[in-house]
């Protein structure tokens, strides 16, 4: 890595005058963000990160001055041309040709594992991750909410009651959301709960009739998602519903009885005392009164299986942040039947979507968002005076169209709610994934104007202009948002960057231009344009996005 190179020679000096290894300090040496207003140094160490040991308040109090007594017992080198100090950090600017060299080599070296191989990640051990998501129960349509993740159903009594198995072939999930409509209105009757709770104990106690059923529900449903989910560049190594843990939930509740951890309340209910103090302040239900199984039951069958499958070492939940309490009941009952692992589970919150409308009204399935998304950015290509001729307009479409969703979707905290909107969503210029396809369709023209191989020799005393600065400064700062949402787990930070990669890129396209350059400049500013657009396809695909190379 290109960073990793100068955090390195910067931390070897730092250690000799600290007095502290260098390793020690690597992580404590950071990219600065570029600024458009003024010019900024290439590093900076924070002094606040190697002073530890002190209190605050005598930090507050001689912070500048310690920076300022570090700086003046470095030296400038070969790598390091420049070091002042700032609000509690020593700055180092970079060699400028130095810095234009190894970040291109780098980059075009490294391909599409540019930032992954940075040492920021060398402390961290090669680990098998399961991450559980968009939980889709049979026969229930994709809501918008499903765009983050999919809601559970069950129609056993109302297909008895309005289904056709006609309609059911030709368009199960449509059919099986009207059935699902009209069973919700006659659920007010106090005989149609009780027909399916009757339907869904059927189920778990095998009922050849009630089970013929819901595989076919269940084998028409994932046909459905696994159609809907190739829209969405998604693939999953493994469909196993909670319904698949209903016969291992049996287990379970032997194991809770075995632990004594299972309790029986006055309704019959079975129940887990939660409480620090045994005094049943805080319960958990895992058993109905009927003897049926529960969600939690079977989350807590299946992160047990998991863990004898898989022998994970870490398990993500991904759903949004109304199941908070659920996970933290999950996670206690695992710790108390004296699962240590569950210390490794984490559940990753997410908040609603609120405003969003198609032009076909008010009830948002998730198909009906890409269907209108696709059509929208199809009029918008149409009516562009800038939209290139593009072999199949649709699935380009389809790809901007899915960009500017996620980027929309990812652009603050995953827990946030956000307020949806076409027109900003759509936009070609700002922060949109719109913006970032045509920066990634415009870059890569560039490359096939002007010769599609990749440029190596150049010189690089050819890119010393500001805007070529800037960009390579950027492109500096990669691995440490890689690292950083790899920590928290929020895509945020990655979106950040690549809308300001492109930012800063379209401001270079203007002022660094190739075509009527000399010979050395332009192979210069070509290998510029290429680095930057492999890093913005890198991001693009971590996000889920295609980049697009016409539009």
Known sequence: MAACAFRRSIAGQLSKVLDLPPENLIKSISAVPVSRKRHDADFQLSIASIEEGRSSDCLAQDLQLRAQKLAEKLKCDAVVSEISTGPGTVNFTINRELLAKTVLQQVLK????????????????????????????????????????????????????????????????????????????????????????????????????????????????????????????????????????????????????????????????????????????????????????????????????????????????????????????????????????????QHVSFGLVQGMKTRKGEVIFLEDVLDEVRSRMLENMASAKTTKEVEDPVETAEKVGLAALIIQDFRGLLSSDYQFNWDRALQSRGDTGVFLQYTHARLHSLEQTHGNEPVTDVNVACLQEPGAISVLQHLLRYDEVLYRSSQDLQPKHIVSYLLTLSHLAAVAHRSLPVKGSTPAVAQARLCLFQATRSVLANGMKLLGITPVTRM
């Open 110 to 345: 490294d391909g599409t594992q540019y930032g992954t191989k940075s040492e920021l990640f060398s402390t961290m051990p090669k680990q098998k991750t399961v991450v559980e998501f968009s939980s889709p129960n049979i026969a229930k349509k994709f809501h918008i909410g499903h765009l983050r993740s999919t809601i559970i159903g069950l129609l056993g009594v109302g297909f008895q009651q309005f289904g056709d198995k006609e309609k059911l072939k030709s368009s199960p999930l449509q059919h099986l959301f009207e059935v699902y409509v009209q069973i919700n209105k006659a659920a007010a009757d106090e005989n149609t709960k009780k027909l399916a709770q009757d339907f869904f104990r059927k189920l778990e106690e095998h009922d050849e009739q009630a089970l013929s059923l819901w595989k076919e529900f269940r084998d028409f449903s994932i046909k459905e998602y696994t159609r809907i989910y190739k829209r969405l560049g998604v693939h999953f190594d493994e469909y196993s519903g909670e319904s698949f843990y209903q016969e291992k939930s049996r287990e379970v509740l032997k194991m809770l009885e075995d632990k004594g951890l299972l309790q029986k309340t006055t309704k019959g209910t079975g129940v887990v005392d939660l409480s620090e103090k045994k005094d049943l302040s805080s319960l958990s239900t895992v058993i109905r009164s009927d003897g049926t199984s529960l969600y939690i039951t079977r989350d807590l069958a299946a992160a047990i299986d998991r863990m004898n499958k898989y022998n994970w070492d870490t398990m993500i939940y991904v759903t949004d942040r109304n199941q908070s309490s659920h996970f933290q009941h999950l996670f206690r009952i695992l710790k108390l039947m004296g699962y240590d692992w569950v210390d490794r589970c």
